[in-house]
């Protein structure tokens, strides 16, 4: 639950209870906080603080002139800096560990000596203590820090430690032994205000540890003044508030943690619990008027599920409970009982701010900011202006640098023609503030189409600090491939059923080991069975993606368009008289020109040339015999340029089986045959296929009874083929009779 709020001094928001308190034994869960009421508007504290302190700086103490912060320099080393509210220069202390004083004296610890800085005093009066000196041993445990009061403890004469209070009075160091209760084993001051001390002893050993509440009053005497009963559950990780009026702690029962609270002025009512928090990080900041002010510690780079509050008010006299920050780090309590919290609000920003009371209600006022951001930012993008993707694995790498790790990146990939989408989320990275993301170019399994792509992505804080989103543009292009009917690049394979449906299948443009593998089968449409022969003869018209030519029964020959969309435009007619051709090929480039040309044998044997000429309604010219002898084989093939020449090739299969490899010269002739092989008769269909296998060769499908097989070309003149197993058309050798 996030309440946010804003202005100057910001009320919080309260809900008020039924139900206010319940006596010890009775479960008061934490009600739902309630939308913040209207903020007179105001200055925002984020801009318009004076006072600045390091993104990385601790509260540690604070009086009435400065504060005092902890920070780590670029070598690790700690730096402790005093800064005054009135804006004076910094002052740097020397010294590692400081501690909390609630006061302008600043002191500093090196193992038993622990050096006082009077910060509000001309010339910084400063003095010494070194414990082992007072006490006149070194078997002391120190027990906390009261202003300039030192808490320590050690041995009596049977062993239990006695709980010393030494301080510096006008100019005198004193020494006084506050008690040796018999059978407490420690003592650990938690909190103090005034003239009193309230903490935590203990008994027993081992596994029968018991823990004990205690109050000393500092008054003339140096009295145990107080007592209070039995401290379950409380143990070393229990922190604590008081004023003159309430006291709270901490216990942990199981894997909660409960608030319990004492009344100091109505002793009757006895010690209740304010409510009870799941798990056993929350930490009491202090208490604020009636106000038991505490939370989770969690920074900006922390995981803090949305709907817990960060650090909040809990009224022990209404039950009233304010939102008060988002986060914190650091608290320390300053002399008039008003707390300084390191922390902050998405609307107030990063800073060190002040929680006091007005009228009842805890207020919080920015008294230093940061340069830090609150809500998360998208630093840098890395988006290349363009994917190649039928390279380097057919993936690209995009990349965003954000302000901070804890957050989530929730991508969305639209492809501006098609509107297609591909979604992914993005986790925090194993370390660094990089979120990075290898698409592998498919949407929904299937080769995603070239073009233009917005990508945005959405970026949300895990612990809720903030939301933002940003966009680019990339885009996707591959080398055109003749067998390309929907503009992804990967080949696609048309086939004809018996009834006269046709089916289109989108192979993946990398194999998968050694397989080649399909991604979609889509139905074209039917009516194809009126056709003698479909071939898929490339680009010859101009658009970006493969074309069909189709020979009908009464010898006429129709052009079919691809769209780019995996369909086909209104056929058009090309011609008439060209039922005297037995065989068609198309799709390779015969003479160089960069248009694919189209080749056809007629009854006679001769082998014909029609030049692509680029046009619609006119895409061969007038055709030119390449010459005899082609009668002698039943597979004519145009593969495209698979052995190195100067243009496309051609492959023929004959009446033995026997597979011949003509290279183009470049003219629209071939060179003299080469034998590539033998066992080619199982075959109905030989397919010149495009580049199947991305390694920027065209290559062969060979499709029949006894399987479909991907044949990857080489290189090689003598060696052209190396076979590659395919999930095409498995278990369906017969279904097709036509595979183009």
Known sequence: MKHRMSGRRLAAAVLTLSTVTAVTGTLVTAPAMAA????????????????????????????????????????????????????????????????????????????????????????????????????????????????????????????????????????????????????????????????????????????????????????????????????????????????????????????????????????????????????????????????????????LTATQPDGK???????????????????????????????????????????????????????????????????????????????????????????????????????????IYTGRKFTQRISAPASGNRFSFTWNGLIGGVSAPNGSYAVNADVTSLNGFGHTSTGAYFEVRRAANPHDFNDNGSTDVLARDASGVLWRDDLLDWPTGTQVRTAQRTKVGPGWGTYKQIEAVGNIAGSATGDLVALDGAGVLWHYQGKGDGGFATRVRVGSGWGGYTRLTGGSDLNGDGRSDLLATDGAGSLWFYKGTGSTTAPFAGRVKVGGGWGAYNQITAVGNIAGSAAGDLVARDTTGVLWLYQGNGAG???????????????????????????????????????????????????VFGKMTTNLYAGEGTKFNSVS
């Open 669 to 719: 002739n071939f060179a003299t045959r080469v034998r590539i092989g033998s066992g080619w008769g199982g075959f109905s269909q030989l397919v010149g296929a495009g580049d199947v296998t991305n390694d920027g060769r065209p290559d062969l499908i060979a499709y029949g009874a006894g399987g479909t097989y991907v044949y990857r070309s080489t290189g090689s003149v003598t060696a």
């Open 36 to 299: 913040p009421a209207a903020v007179t508007a105001g200055a925002r504290d984020a801009q318009d603080v004076a006072l600045k302190i390091p993104a990385d700086a601790e509260i540690v103490s604070t009086g009435t002139q400065g504060f005092l912060t902890s920070r780590k320099d670029v070598s690790g080393e700690t730096v402790l800096e005093w800064r005054k509210f009135d804006g004076s220069p910094l002052e740097v202390i020397p010294g590692a560990e400081a501690l909390s004083t609630n006061s302008d004296i600043v002191v500093v610890r090196d193992g038993a000596q622990f050096s006082f800085r009077d910060m509000a005093a001309p010339g910084y009066t400063a003095w010494s203590i070194n414990l082992v000196q007072v006490l006149g041993t070194t078997d002391y445990t120190f027990a906390g820090l009261t202003g300039s009061t030192i808490w320590a403890t050690k041995p009596d004469g049977r062993g239990d430690p006695e709980l010393h209070r030494i301080t510096r009075l006008n100019g005198v160091l004193v020494n006084r032994m506050v008690t040796n209760y018999s059978g407490e084993k420690s003592f650990r001051v938690l909190a103090h205000s005034g003239a009193d001390a309230f903490g935590l002893a203990h008994r027993g050993l081992g596994d029968h540890i018991t823990y004990h509440r205690f109050l000393a009053r500092l008054d003339a005497n140096d009295q145990w003044q107080t007592k209070i009963d039995y401290a379950g559950y409380s143990g070393p990780g229990a922190t604590a508030g008081i004023t003159p009026k309430y006291m709270a702690w901490t216990e942990h029962p199981g894997s909660s943690t409960d608030i319990k609270w004492y009344d100091r002025e109505n002793t009757t009512s006895g010690v209740r619990r304010l409510s009870q928090v799941a798990g056993q990080s929350t930490v009491i900041a202090g208490i604020v008027g009636d106000s038991v002010v505490y939370g989770e510690r969690g920074g």
């Open 309 to 415: 509050d960060a650090l909040i008010g809990h009224s022990v006299s209404t039950g009233a409970m304010y939102h008060l920050l988002d986060y914190f780090t650091s608290t320390t309590v300053a002399p008039d009982g008003s707390l300084l919290v390191r922390g902050g609000s998405v609307e107030e920003g990063d800073g060190l701010f002040r929680i006091s009371d007005s009228g009842g209600t805890p207020v919080v006022t920015k008294v230093a900011g940061t340069d830090r951001s609150v809500g998360i930012q998208v630093v840098e993008t890395s988006v290349p202006d363009v994917a190649q993707l039928d390279k380097n694995g057919g993936t690209v790498t995009l990349a965003w640098t954000l302000s901070r790790p804890n957050a989530t990146i929730d991508l969305t990939f639209t492809h």
